[in-house]
């Protein structure tokens, strides 16, 4: 809690590991500019998104970029901190990536929350009659996709609420075809110190993934890739 009264604070961060939450319950366009400001002149930061009904500031995504801005009824927070990472210099980055993060935790224990590579991809498998055999899909898949794919192989009519319902990924059953994958990249405008938060990923129709983000050369994976710019 930020401010002379605990009871109304002026700014409320909330940790999250790899990243923080920072609420601004006052929605002050001024507060978040300066905090917007502060965070930008820290080394230890890699990316920043700021709520859309705040404004834009220079440096900055909006928190819709990352599908932030839904209908759940607690607060959506003011403005996303993702810590910048780095990696220890093995051959594969993603490997040894080490991360700032807002924890009780030593170093070594492990920590995720971060717009690094090392915590945006993981490994996902299937086995069964349903599903192709030594298969390897170069096709963007998340666990959001997981639970639609099960529901589909048994045939189930599950109720989807919200936008984020993922896909079923018919490449990995037999005879399936796989899916054209369309790069996507957004880059805020530079703020006044050169930075500025990207963000890099994949769409599969109206699926999107998100690969990594954060301030190019301190988040480890982000790789600025040819797509359309938004």
């Given at each position: ?110 920590m995720h929350g971060s717009f690094s ?114």
């Open positions: 809690m930020i401010g002379p009264d605990r009871a109304n604070p002026v700014v409320v961060v909330a940790s999250n590991g790899g990243s923080d939450l920072v609420y601004v319950p006052g929605k002050d366009h001024v507060v978040v500019g300066r905090i917007v400001d502060a965070l930008l002149a820290q080394d230890y930061v890699s990316g920043l998104f700021v709520d859309d009904e705040l404004g834009s500031f220079p440096g900055t995504l909006s928190t819709s970029s990352i599908n932030l801005n839904g209908a759940s009824r607690t607060p959506r927070p003011s403005i996303v901190i993702n810590f910048r990472s780095y990696s220890t210099g093995c051959e594969q980055p993603v490997l040894c990536t080490v991360e700032v993060a807002d924890t009780v935790l030593q170093q070594g224990q492990g590579r090392a915590d945006t991809m993981n490994f996902m498998a299937a086995i069964g009659p349903d599903f192709k055999s030594g298969f390897v899909t170069e096709a963007p898949v998340s666990n959001a996709d997981m639970g639609k794919t099960i529901a589909h192989v048994l045939g189930l009519k599950i109720p989807l609420h919200g936008m984020l319902m993922g896909r079923v990924t018919e490449e990995a059953f037999p005879n399936g075809a796989s899916p054209q994958v369309e790069a996507l990249l957004m880059r805020s405008k530079p703020a006044l110190n050169g930075l500025e938060t990207v963000l890099v990923g994949q769409r599969v129709g109206q699926t999107t993934y998100f690969d990594a983000a954060g301030f190019p050369g301190r988040s480890v994976g982000l790789e600025v890739r040819k797509a359309a710019s938004r």
